[in-house]
């Protein structure tokens, strides 16, 4: 089993910046392919970052490319997401996932492909 905590949200004006961060249990991090998605109300689970288990590989969708950020700290067990220039429309709860197998063809941006799910953190940024 491997639990997913997510943390570093809140409330933010237009052009602010936040660090979300994902801590992963688990002594296999390393193997895990990570990856952020976000929802919005009303609105289904998006794909916003990924990052393949090593952290040679990162996949944005193109709403975020230039503003967001993924990286991952293998000894912390740890995924950030880096969020600048922030803007009325990110706001939505963030969720991190994990994919426990690198072994396996990696599809980052399908959420249907994911093992784990952590629970969430509200971004919210103002106008």
């Known amino acids: 089993q491997v639990q997913l905590v997510e943390s570093g949200g809140g409330l933010v004006q237009a052009g602010g910046s936040l660090r979300l961060s994902c801590a992963a249990s688990?002594?296999?991090?390393?193997?895990?392919?990570m990856g952020w998605f976000r929802q919005a109300p009303g609105k289904e689970r998006q794909f916003v970052a990924a990052i393949t288990w090593s952290g040679g590989n990162t996949y944005y969708a193109d709403s975020v490319k230039g503003r967001l950020s993924i990286s991952r700290d293998n000894a912390k067990n740890t995924v950030y997401l880096q969020m600048n220039s922030l803007e009325p429309e990110d706001t939505a709860i963030y969720y991190c996932a994990a994919k426990v197998s690198r072994f396996d063809i990696y599809y980052p941006a399908d959420r249907m492909r994911y093992d784990y799910w952590g629970q969430g953190t509200q971004v919210t940024v103002s106008s």
């Open positions: 688990g002594r296999t991090f390393s193997n895990y392919n």
